[in-house]
Antibody
Framework: EVQLVESGGDLVQPGGSLRLSCAAS????????MNWVRQAPGRGLDWVSY????????HYADSVKGRFTISRDNAKKSLYLQMNSLRADDTAVYYC???????????WGQGTLVTVSS | DIQMTQSPSSLSASVGDRVTITCRAS??????LAWYQQKPEKAPKSLIY???TLQSGVPSRFSGSGSGTDFTLTITSLQPEDFATYYC?????????FGQGTRLEIK
């Protein structure tokens, strides 16, 4: 069974940093690209970042470019999101999701809440 | 960036009804479109990809159609568990983008 489990969400002050993790199991992690998608309270889904299976291709939403860094450790079957210079509008539930070739995102984690507030 | 516009934003319907949600892309995306269902406090669930291919395990009352810029999600014979928020998403290229969502409520 495919499982994605996010962790690392917390309450952080504006300007602070946080590192999210996503632990993958039940599939060959090295075969799949991964996305981070977030959802602010009461709002819609907002794509954040993508990393390819070998980390050779990385993309960011303009809203996080220069502040967030996506990475992965295939040996540990883990995906990461380093978030710096956090702002109030980064407050959201952050989901990791597996990218299916030609098929969107079938598998999602349960999400981890990041709250940016003083 | 490709903008995705869903309509309506909200919809009231009854169990047994047929409903249609539309999604329009600001430029052509071929069939690189997915639909997701989300219930409160839950992660999104993938329903359809490639504009019209049902994910495994998704009931056949869900169907998708369209290509290019105009797409629809149709649910025939609504069931109580179908009341949720639905999102379209294009994956023609990065940045991938979502529609703003359609909240389907019980009438």
């Amino acid at each position: 069974e495919v499982q994605l489990v996010e962790s690392g969400g917390d309450l952080v002050q504006p300007g602070g940093s946080l590192r999210l993790s996503c632990a993958a199991s039940g599939f060959t992690f090295t075969n799949y690209g991964m996305n981070w998608v977030r959802q602010a309270p009461g709002r819609g889904l907002d794509w954040v970042s993508y990393i390819s299976s070998s980390s050779s291709a990385i993309h960011y939403a303009d809203s996080v470019k220069g502040r967030f860094t996506i990475s992965r450790d295939n040996a540990k079957k883990s995906l990461y999101l380093q978030m710096n210079s956090l702002r109030a509008d980064d407050t959201a539930v952050y989901y990791c999701a597996r990218v299916e070739t030609l098929a969107g995102m079938k598998h999602w984690g349960q999400g981890t809440l990041v709250t940016v507030s003083s | 960036d490709i903008q995705m516009t869903q309509s309506p934003s909200s919809l009231s319907a009854s169990v047994g009804d047929r409903v249609t949600i539309t999604c329009r892309a600001s430029q052509g995306i071929s069939s690189w479109l997915a639909w997701y269902q989300q219930k409160p406090e839950k992660a999104p669930k993938s329903l359809i990809y490639g504009a019209s291919t049902l994910q495994s395990g998704v009931p056949s009352r869900f169907s998708g159609s369209g290509s290019g810029t105009d797409f629809t999600l149709t649910i025939t014979s609504l069931q109580p568990e179908d009341f949720a928020t639905y999102y379209c998403q294009q994956y023609s290229g990065y940045p991938i983008t979502f529609g703003q969502g359609t909240r389907l409520e019980i009438k």
